[in-house]
């Protein structure tokens, strides 16, 4: 058997399916991790921090201004 053909099944079978479990756990470890929902729950409320009133203005260096 060629070179080729031999990777092209392999690729077609066996790493298609290590790579499909590797995305399956990757997305159960990111729902499922200690900690993980209160991270993303304060990343997602990220848009209304500042609904009442709008951000204090910063200059370049990263300070408010008065």
């Known amino acids: ?6 990777l092209r099944q392999f690729a077609d079978s066996w790493m298609l399916l290590a ?3 590797f995305f399956v756990l990757m997305i159960l470890w990111v729902m499922f991790r200690p900690g993980a929902s209160k991270t ?3 990343v997602a409320n990220i ?3 500042h ?3 709008p951000a204090p203005a910063q200059t370049s260096g990263g300070e408010k201004e008065a």
Do not use: V
């Not at 058997?1 to 031999?6: A, F, K, Q, W």
């Open 47 to 49: 848009p209304f921090r």
């Open 40 to 42: 993303y729950s304060d």
């Open 1 to 6: 058997m060629e070179t080729y053909s031999l």
């Open 19 to 21: 790579l499909f479990t």
């Open 51 to 53: 609904e009442d009133k």
